[in-house]
């Protein structure tokens, strides 16, 4: 409930920001980058059984593309992410007591989020400076597929993001994006040999990469 109040105060202030907004006509952009991802370690629920220790999670990378509409100082944008990171161990109790030793609890499972946000931002750019400053907000979907070999399960949540960072400009349309990003979302769950197992999930990324104006 927290994240859900706190995603909807944040892009409320984005809107309000946006509607008093007095800069020139938005203008189109393009951006790619690549992701450096560090998931928390995950509260585990299996069943009525609940693990604080639960699983733990390798550093993983991704990619983020998006497209957007620039005002000057607010920035929309629609945005697709893709981020994997590997399971590095698992609470001992969790394979003795909760499931069984063949379910894929294992470190050969992956964890795969493919995220679909809307995203705003605020630029804070000085005339003639070459690096802008901006904090950022999103929300949308994540859709979290766990697999291991023939298995595979997943599910889709409610997620947001928030986070800040510096455009530096290389060229008068060009700019190079560097920021970081505290991603956040519902607890997907999945079943694993009949067992309903949710984990709470969320990360930090690091983000660098290319923003190309298309005007």
């Given amino acids: 409930m927290k994240q859900h109040v706190f995603a909807g105060v944040l892009m409320a202030s984005f809107a309000v920001a946006g509607s008093?907004?007095?800069?020139?006509?938005?203008?189109?952009?393009?951006?790619?980058?690549?992701?450096?991802?560090?998931?928390?370690?995950?509260e585990v629920s299996i069943d009525d059984a609940f693990y604080p220790e639960g699983v733990e999670f390798d550093t993983g990378g991704g990619a983020l593309l998006a497209l957007g509409l620039d005002s000057g100082t607010i920035r929309f944008e629609g945005e697709v992410g893709y981020r994997v990171n590997g399971i590095g161990s698992v609470d001992e109790a969790i394979i003795t007591e909760a499931l069984p030793g063949e379910a894929p609890v294992n470190s050969a499972v992956t964890l795969e989020t493919l995220t679909f946000m809307g995203n705003a931002y605020i630029d804070f750019g000085l005339p003639s400076a070459p690096v802008t400053p901006y904090i950022m907000g999103g929300i949308g979907l994540a859709s979290v597929n766990f697999d291991h070999d023939d298995w595979s399960e997943d599910d889709s949540v409610f997620a947001w993001q928030a986070g800040a960072g510096v455009g530096i400009t290389i060229l008068p349309n060009l700019m190079l994006d560097l920021g970081y990003r505290y991603v956040a979302m519902g607890d997907p769950e999945v079943t694993v040999d009949g067992y309903k197992v949710k984990y709470e999930l969320d990360s930090h990324t690091a983000v660098a990469g290319l923003r190309v104006g298309m005007f």
Avoid at 20 to 42: F, H, L, R
């Fill in 20 to 42: 008093v907004q007095t800069a020139e006509a938005a203008k189109p952009y393009a951006s790619a980058s690549g992701v450096v991802s560090i998931v928390n370690d995950a």
